[in-house]
């Protein structure tokens, strides 16, 4: 597995060589010195609960998002491209509210022999309880402007596992495909690259 320092060095590359838009450096500037996105998880105890794992956890949606847009028949039957900035906007930060809201802590669970242990984990503390997708959109808007349909992919990147209702999910999907391409990749991202 990478070092948190190497999945750091990925993304910054991968950020530096695909995002440029105004106040792009500012919020990488937020990202490695006033927030814990590289040393943070991307979830309690589920996928890639772990110091590092929202920063891994954004390559491998990158990856993923990429993967999916490369294929033919989303090019050529569904007509759906974006820049590569769009690309590395929508899928490397689309999970920024995952920031400053891991606090470390303790539970206890039963060991192989039955007996009660303490082991480590995190428990979520969200002092700015905006939202998921959408507290996403509101932390980037206050660097850079977002195109709508940056802003619709990271805003819907949960897609139809969210708590929303079903309807204006789809009819969001209808309006801006990308959103089903983030959400598609994200879920491959959770599911089959970092279960357990």
Same mark, same amino acid.
């Given at each position: ?9 990925? =993304? ?27 040393? #943070?998880?991307?979830?309690?105890? =589920? ?22 847009? #490369?294929?033919?028949?989303? @090019? ?16 490397l930060l ?11 802590? =303790? ?7 039955? @007996? ?36 619709? #992919? ?15 999910v789809s009819? #969001? ?24």
């Open positions: 597995m990478k070092t948190t320092e190497e999945i750091k060095a990925e =993304f910054i590359k991968i950020y530096s060589e695909n995002i440029h838009r105004e106040g792009s450096d500012k919020l990488l500037d937020y990202l490695l010195s006033k927030s814990d996105f590289f040393t #943070a998880p991307a979830s309690t105890r =589920f996928h890639n609960s772990f110091e590092g794992g929202l920063a891994l956890h954004s390559l491998n949606v990158y990856y993923c998002l990429k993967d999916y847009l #490369a294929r033919e028949r989303v @090019q050529n039957e569904y007509g759906l491209k974006c820049s590569e900035e769009t690309a590395a906007i929508a899928a689309h999970d920024i509210c995952k920031t400053n809201v891991y606090v470390r802590d =303790f539970r206890n669970v039963k060991n192989e022999q039955g @007996q009660w242990e303490r082991v480590p984990t995190y428990r979520y503390e969200d002092k700015l309880p905006y939202g998921h997708g959408e507290k996403s959109v509101y932390m980037i808007s206050g660097f850079m402007r977002l195109t709508r349909e940056e802003a619709m #992919a990271i805003r819907w990147h949960m897609g139809f596992s969210g708590t929303e209702e079903k309807s204006t009819s #969001a999907i209808e309006k801006y495909p990308l959103i089903l391409a983030v959400s598609a990749a994200d879920m491959e991202a959770t599911v089959f690259m970092e279960k357990g």
